[in-house]
């Protein structure tokens, strides 16, 4: 999660519009492969709201509180929101006070949604919706779940075969060129 940063994802934005236009096995899997590499971008709250540093670049003081919204479907279902470039979350912040934003990537947000609160319950949001006064494209829980799932197969597969060939492993790390 980085602050502040501007992102750009026009190959995933192509794969959305391939998918749109013809819904193919190709094209979703295109869309797949793009989706996990792009960064999106987030708004959020700030408590207290970040102030300039020398520079005039906004800084987040030590222990504030970042709280992402989440866009609530006319049925009240809820979902983070994922925006491609700034031109998408511009179609949003014309509607909305504006917001600092965050670059968020998939596992991210897979991260917030499938997590437990302490008290045992899922988080509200039912998935992420990617610009969704664009594309409009919806992410539900347990297609984030099936990703996160076949990511943590692939890593322990590729794990077991370096063991197996004699390298050792850092958890978590993944091999030069491989996501």
Same mark, same amino acid.
């Given at each position: 999660?980085?602050?502040?940063?501007?992102?750009?994802?026009?190959?995933?934005?192509?794969?959305?519009?391939?998918?749109?236009?013809?819904?193919?096995?190709?094209?979703?899997?295109?869309?797949?492969?793009?989706?996990?590499?792009?960064?999106?971008?987030?708004?959020?709250?700030?408590?207290?709201?970040?102030?300039?540093?020398?520079?005039? *670049?906004?800084?987040?003081? *030590?222990?504030?509180?970042?709280?992402?919204?989440?866009?609530?479907?006319?049925?009240?279902?809820?979902?983070?929101?994922?925006?491609?470039?700034?031109? +998408?979350?511009?179609?949003? *912040?014309?509607?909305?006070?504006?917001?600092?934003?965050?670059?968020?990537?998939?596992?991210?947000?897979?991260?917030?949604?499938?997590?437990?609160?302490?008290?045992?319950?899922?988080?509200?949001?039912?998935?992420?919706?990617?610009?969704?006064?664009?594309?409009?494209?919806?992410?539900?829980? +347990?297609?984030?779940?099936?990703?996160?799932?076949?990511?943590?197969? *692939?890593?322990?597969?590729?794990?077991?075969?370096?063991?197996?060939?004699?390298?050792?492993?850092?958890?978590?790390?993944?091999?030069?060129?491989?996501?």
């Amino acid at each position: 999660m980085e602050f502040n940063k501007n992102v750009s994802n026009p190959m995933l934005v192509g794969a959305i519009e391939l998918m749109k236009a013809e819904d193919t096995p190709e094209h979703r899997s295109m869309f797949v492969d793009e989706l996990v590499k792009a960064e999106f971008l987030s708004p959020a709250m700030i408590d207290p709201a970040p102030e300039e540093d020398g520079e005039g *670049q906004p800084k987040i003081a *030590q222990g504030s509180k970042v709280q992402l919204p989440m866009l609530s479907a006319s049925d009240g279902t809820k979902f983070f929101m994922a925006f491609t470039d700034s031109a +998408e979350y511009d179609k949003w *912040q014309e509607r909305n006070q504006k917001m600092y934003t965050f670059a968020l990537k998939v596992d991210e947000y897979a991260g917030m949604i499938l997590r437990r609160e302490p008290n045992g319950n899922l988080c509200p949001a039912l998935g992420m919706v990617i610009n969704p006064y664009g594309a409009n494209i919806i992410l539900p829980r +347990e297609m984030l779940a099936s990703m996160m799932s076949a990511k943590i197969a *692939q890593a322990q597969q590729m794990a077991a075969a370096a063991k197996q060939a004699g390298q050792y492993v850092v958890p978590g790390a993944a091999p030069e060129g491989k996501v």
